[in-house]
């Protein structure tokens, strides 16, 4: 039986993470130790939301810092990771007969570099992001991760960044380790049971879970990560969490491995 490369989902919460030691980005930087050496990343953040599906195909992707407001280490932080235009054009091949451009102006975000600089600090492994179309429904988007999941038996492994549960309006900047909302741990307690019964449809119409879903999830653009992680779960496959927490009150860090 082919091995596959796992297939994560990372909540990677507040930019400041990328700096921080603490519960959380320990987290991150245990499950390099946890899973074969990935031959190169594919990484879907919630922060290349865009109205195209576009693949980034250079060779030395830029350190983007895409937020404002923080303080000026943040924006030295440089993360180095080679690009491969060789796995940039296996997705797209893989997505036919979907139109995925190449993207050379874009390079590697926060969603992706506060996580990548903890669970390889090295940035030695080339690294390729996955737009998500923002014009699309969810079943789109699950239906991208389906078509990537043979990249887990190529040494691939994908990430998906972005949060559960995302509410910024909610978020309590002044004090990050105020205790849950209610309705946050009510959604994210709901998504893990409908993981573990292998329940997808739930997970794609999340909003039928009602006040709690649009409290958690009042844009789309953190949870979509999660749901092409979702689309490369092959039925029933183990799933684990390793990494939990809820920051500010309304951020979920969960991390969900598949396989």
Not at 43 to 58: E, K, L, N
Not at 86 to 101: F, G, Q, T, Y
Not at 145 to 155: D, I, K, P, T
């Amino acid at each position: 039986m082919t091995n596959l490369m796992p297939a994560i989902f990372i909540g990677h919460g507040n930019p400041m993470n990328a700096l921080s030691k603490n519960n959380y980005t320990e987290g991150w930087a245990s499950i390099s130790k946890s899973i074969p050496r990935p031959k190169a990343i594919l990484s879907v953040s919630a922060h290349y939301y865009i109205p195209f599906c576009m693949v980034t195909s250079s060779h030395s992707p830029p350190t983007i810092h895409d937020f404002s407001g923080f303080p000026k280490e943040l924006y030295q932080v440089d993360y180095p990771a080679p690009g491969s235009p060789e796995l940039a054009h296996r997705v797209k091949e893989l997505l036919k007969p979907i139109v995925v451009k190449f993207d050379e102006s874009w390079g590697l975000d926060h969603g992706t570099w506060s996580v990548l600089k903890h669970v390889f600090p090295e940035a030695d492994i080339p690294v390729v992001q996955l737009s998500i179309d923002e014009t699309q429904p969810t079943m789109f988007h699950y239906e991208m991760g389906n078509r990537l999941m043979s990249l887990r038996e190529e040494g691939i492994l994908i990430i998906g960044s972005g949060n559960i549960v995302h509410n910024l309006a909610a978020y309590n900047w002044n004090n990050k380790d105020i205790p849950p909302f209610d309705w946050a741990m009510r959604f994210e307690k709901y998504v893990r049971e409908m993981l573990i019964k292998g329940d997808v449809t739930s997970l794609i119409n999340y909003q039928n879970f009602g006040d709690d879903a649009i409290l958690s999830v009042p844009n789309p653009d953190h949870y979509l990560p999660f749901i092409y992680i979702l689309g490369l779960r092959k039925e029933m496959e183990k799933v684990s969490f390793p990494v939990q927490g809820v920051d500010g009150g309304s951020v979920s860090m969960l991390a969900v491995q598949i396989g």
